[in-house]
């Protein structure tokens, strides 16, 4: 009896303005079975080089409060990071530094000892206007509606 081929459950994706929320739905027990992207508003508080992995640190934006919360860590490629931090010097393209307001896309990688990181999948640095704009999104009821889903 043949059974019926059934896609793959589509990636699913989240909204993210404030880190600790990040963080707890990153590391609680229930993991979707679609692989999950995360997209997260944030300001970069530092790049740490250690050995081969480099890790981002980004805490909330100002402009959506909690500026003073811990923030999250997560490992950067070398071909993002070269992409995103070293390659666009002298071109147009803002490169991402410590204060940047960011939009980061994440994901959850599981390592052999059981562990959750989050690895940048892409970094865009935002402009005043773009902040601008999306604060008054999310405080509108469709955009406050999908940072709860």
Request: glycine share 8%; with cysteine.
């Amino acid at each position: 009896m043949a059974t019926e081929w059934q896609p793959e459950a589509p990636p699913m994706s989240r909204l993210f303005v404030h880190t600790a929320e990040l963080a707890q739905w990153v590391h609680c027990e229930e993991q979707p079975a679609a692989p999950v992207r995360y997209r997260l508003l944030g300001q970069l508080a530092e790049i740490t080089t250690t050995g081969e992995s480099i890790e981002l640190h980004i805490r909330d934006l100002p402009e959506f409060g909690n500026a003073g919360q811990e923030g999250i860590r997560a490992v950067v490629g070398s071909r993002v990071y070269e992409s995103r931090f070293v390659e666009n010097a002298g071109v147009d393209k803002e490169i991402a530094r410590a204060g940047c307001a960011l939009s980061v896309c994440l994901g959850v990688v599981l390592q052999r000892d059981g562990t959750r990181i989050l690895e940048v999948f892409d970094v865009q640095v935002l402009k005043r206007r773009e902040i601008e704009r999306l604060r008054y999104f999310i405080c509108s009821s469709l955009g406050s509606e999908l940072i709860r889903s």
